[in-house]
């Protein structure tokens, strides 16, 4: 048996068997324990607030083939889009009317929006306001990195899949784990933000490798990470695998919280599909940020989308009843 309270006493300095343990618990009552000790810390290093980010998602096109993403190059059953620049502008200025001050510009990996692009994106955004700008481009050239910081994003994301080369191989097949880390400490180095994407629950992956994971990301360390549940999406080579289970989810929250008590962790929307109010319950397990993709459901009509009206109105409605359901639930959103 686990010896639970022990454990979570350690907090931040948990070593990797411990964090094991803590990944493998069964028992209800101590995983009930785990995401409250993680929510108790939470509420004293941040407090009872939960930031909120507009994500605005231009292109689906991808230059990779990443085995668990519908995005996929060689996923020809995709309707694919992309937002021209103006577009992307024009969203960011109604996000802004409604208040969200934190945006997050992501594609798929899709050299067609160049470093000019990209540039003039963000300067625009920057002129408009103080808003801060996160980019989730995958991984581009050093050269875009410099100059789009130069141009005023303050922190970047990448996808993390794999600390295991021979996971990374079987679920990316582009590069690898080193690769990245050379990426990493250039967008350290240069300034930024940093945030990685965790996916619980992948095919092969063992608690050991989530467990390599999360101690990997307090040691580059990060400044922001977003744990989310594998999916399995149809026209991938893993649309047959099962969808990560939520407990585990939850517990690689409740753990990321206990290793690093300061930083942004992000409750993603795919808890919704494996639980009715999964992202509440998430922000219940640690987690402190909600994500809301303003873009997504409108890809299948992209003539209905460009209408301005269109734009302000989903914008309203997807924000009033994020609002409306965090507020009855007693969390308040900055």
């Known amino acids: 048996m686990v010896a639970i309270d022990n454990i979570l006493q350690k907090g931040k300095t948990l070593n990797r068997e411990e964090v094991i343990s803590l990944l493998e618990l069964q028992d209800d009552n101590d995983i009930s324990e785990l995401l409250c000790a993680a929510n108790t810390l939470r509420k004293e ?14 292109s689906n096109y991808c230059e990779n083939n990443c085995v668990y993403c519908a995005q996929r190059e060689e996923n020809h059953s995709l309707d694919r889009f992309r937002l021209t620049a103006d577009e992307i502008i024009d969203i960011t200025r109604h996000l802004i009317n409604r208040g969200i001050k934190n945006i997050v510009l992501q594609s798929g990996e899709d050299s067609f929006f160049d470093n000019d692009i990209i540039s003039y994106v963000i300067y625009s955004i920057k002129k408009m306001t103080g808003v801060t700008v996160t ?3 995958g991984k581009r050239r050093f050269d875009e990195y410099r100059a789009w910081k130069i141009a005023g994003a303050a922190g970047y994301y990448f996808n993390h899949e794999s600390t295991n080369s021979e996971l990374y191989q079987l679920y990316r097949k582009n590069g690898g784990p080193e690769n990245k880390k ?7 180095d240069l300034g930024y933000k940093v945030g990685m994407g965790e996916i619980v629950g992948l095919p092969h992956q063992t608690t050991s490798d989530l467990a390599d994971d999360l101690l990997f ?6 400044n922001t990470v ?13 649309q047959s695998y099962p969808p990560a289970d939520i407990k585990l989810t939850l517990k690689a929250i409740a753990v990321a919280r206990l290793l ?7 409750s993603g929307a795919f ?33 209905h989308f460009r209408d301005c009206n269109c734009i302000k109105d989903f914008i309203y409605n997807e924000h009033t009843l994020l609002v409306a359901n965090m507020n009855k639930s ?5």
């Open 45 to 58: 290093q941040i407090g009872e607030v939960y930031a909120l980010r507009g994500v605005i998602e231009f």
């Open 135 to 137: 980019l989730n481009l």
């Open 182 to 188: 050379l990426h990493l400490k250039y967008i350290k």
């Open 217 to 222: 990301l307090k040691s580059i360390p990060v």
């Open 226 to 238: 977003a744990i989310s549940p594998f999916t399995p999406l149809a026209f991938t080579p893993f």
């Open 260 to 266: 690093m008590p300061n930083i942004e962790i992000v």
């Open 271 to 303: 808890l919704d599909r494996l639980a009715k109010n999964g992202r509440l319950t998430g922000l219940e397990s640690g987690a402190n940020v909600i994500t809301l993709n303003f873009t997504k459901n409108y890809i299948k009509d992209l003539s």
């Open 330 to 334: 007693g969390l308040k959103i900055i």
